[in-house]
Nanobody, 123 residues
Framework: VQLQASGGGLVQAGGSLRLSCAAS????????MGWFRQSPGKEREFVSR????????LYADSVKGRFTISRDYSNNMLYLQMNDLKPEDTAVYYC?????????????????WGQGTQVTVSS
């Protein structure tokens, strides 16, 4: 399993970014996918997840209404559209995958992690 995240960068508050994750996982529809993030000095925190086939989504309260998770089954891609970014969104964002149906929102519930992409939001 390989997860390659990209799309991070530096953006001003109120701006937008779209993160992408290329997933080499065989049958993509057999995997739940998600995003976590980690800021310096803080623990990794759940951002969002999307289910295997139905595409059911879940968001952390801190990003609800601003971020949108989606997946492209034809190209084995996961996305995170981030709008109205805030300085507190600054973090390394990780793409995650798991064979479970609805993995919990804790980091230990997810077995596979990508290398992370840095998102920096300036005020």
């Amino acid at each position: 399993v390989q997860l390659q995240a990209s799309g991070g960068g530096l953006v001003q508050a109120g701006g937008s970014l779209r993160l992408s994750c290329a997933a080499s996982v065989g049958h993509f529809s057999l995997w739940s996918m998600g995003w976590f993030r980690q800021s310096p000095g803080k623990e990794r925190e759940f951002v969002s997840r999307i289910s295997k086939v139905q595409g059911l989504t879940l968001y952390a309260d801190s990003v609800k209404g601003r971020f949108t998770i989606s997946r492209d089954y034809s190209n084995n891609m996961l996305y995170l559209q981030m709008n109205d970014l805030k300085p507190e969104d600054t973090a390394v964002y990780y793409c995650v995958a798991d064979r479970g149906s609805f993995p919990a929102t804790t980091p230990t519930a997810w077995n596979y992690w990508g290398q992370g992409t840095q998102v920096t939001v300036s005020s």
